[in-house]
């Protein structure tokens, strides 16, 4: 790389030696995730990933790609870069894991306005503790500078993964019927859904993120809503040994009455008492600041669920114990019943 220098290409905006002091940076991220430590081949044209088949007769790969949306622009105006890619990477896993798949590798894809390689490295971190938590590999990426496009501070990311299930063992929801059961499994928080309705309720632009809030706990505003989307894959992988699953819903963009209807066939519903349902308090004061009715907070927020699963009425029991025993704080949610999409009562 030592001859690998272009005065004009800096002058139109890109310095390709901040690039390859960006992928020197972040190797070290990137080795965490890789079980032998061996990153060797960080730097390539292509993510290597030994496949291990054992014990899966007909193996399917499934995929899941995401981005982290506006969110982003919290992390620009507190200037903290860590946990962002964090959220790319769950987005991504809990996708994987509603088809009852084990992610396997992790790739990630970043466009900015300038690369200034320790905010890459940044970034590049939160994506490799992602994988960490997820169990997945970090197996290569792309730093794309696009000078005149973007602004020099600003930048997005997005990711893909690649996960395996048994045929036999995926998730199949035709095995549902009414009388089962709805689990959730709390989020963290707001997750990485519906921040351009968070950034106009609260003016993001302008208004005080770094304060302690006593209607947060203590917590300021910005570090609430960075908190990282919550990454379920073990405590998933973890129940998918121990009880049938029937179907899993990640619940993002959309929230309740999108993505819930998603895992459940045609002719049932899910019913919940919304006295049931554990609202964080950052939705509460989402609401109350953005006099948002309460219709549109269940169609666009988690409101404090991040996954759910559907189990029969006599695993539900078992389904919170494996859980809980798996850090989730699992509660009964919901039942499925006859009719159609999501009802709150």
Request: charged share 25%; proline share 4%.
């Amino acid at each position: 790389m030592e001859k690998s220098y272009s005065e004009s290409y800096k002058q139109a905006g890109v310095d390709i030696t901040a690039g390859y002091k960006a992928v020197e940076l972040m190797k070290k991220h990137v080795a965490r995730t890789i079980p032998d430590g061996k990153a060797d081949m960080i730097g390539g044209f292509g993510g290597s990933f030994p496949l291990d088949l054992t014990d899966i007769r007909e193996p399917v790969l499934v995929s899941g790609t995401d981005g982290v949306g506006t969110k982003l622009r919290v992390a620009q105006l507190l200037n903290k870069h860590d946990t962002i890619g964090i959220d790319c990477v769950a987005m991504c896993v809990n996708d994987v894991l509603c088809v009852g798949a084990k992610p396997l590798f992790f790739l990630d894809y970043i466009a900015c306005g300038k690369n200034v390689p320790e905010r890459i490295a940044e970034i590049v971190g939160g994506v490799a503790e992602g994988c960490v938590q997820a169990g997945c590999q970090l197996v290569g990426g792309e730093t794309a500078e696009h000078p005149g496009t973007m602004p020099e501070d600003d930048y997005d990311i997005a990711g893909f993964a690649v996960g395996v299930v048994d045929r036999s063992k995926a998730i199949d929801n035709r095995k549902m019927k009414a009388g089962d059961v709805m689990i959730a499994l709390p989020s963290t928080g707001v997750h990485s859904n519906g921040f351009s309705l968070v950034r106009r309720v609260f003016d993001i632009e302008r208004c005080d993120l770094t304060s302690p809030r006593e209607e947060l706990g203590g917590k300021s505003l910005g570090e609430t809503l960075l908190t990282p989307t919550k990454i379920y894959v073990k405590s998933m992988l973890a129940l998918f040994k121990e009880v049938q699953v029937k179907g899993v819903s990640h619940i993002t963009g959309g929230g309740f009455y999108e993505n819930m209807p998603r895992s459940i066939p045609k002719g049932l519903g899910v019913k919940i008492k919304k006295s049931d349902v554990k609202v964080p308090s950052i939705f509460s004061l989402i609401q109350t600041t953005g006099n948002i009715s309460e219709h549109d907070m269940y169609n666009t927020f988690n409101m404090g669920v991040g996954m759910c699963v559907v189990v029969a009425e006599e695993d539900a029991e078992k389904t919170v114990a494996v859980l809980k025993a798996n850090g989730e704080a699992a509660y009964v949610l919901g039942k499925i019943v006859a009719g159609d999409g999501v009802e709150l009562v």
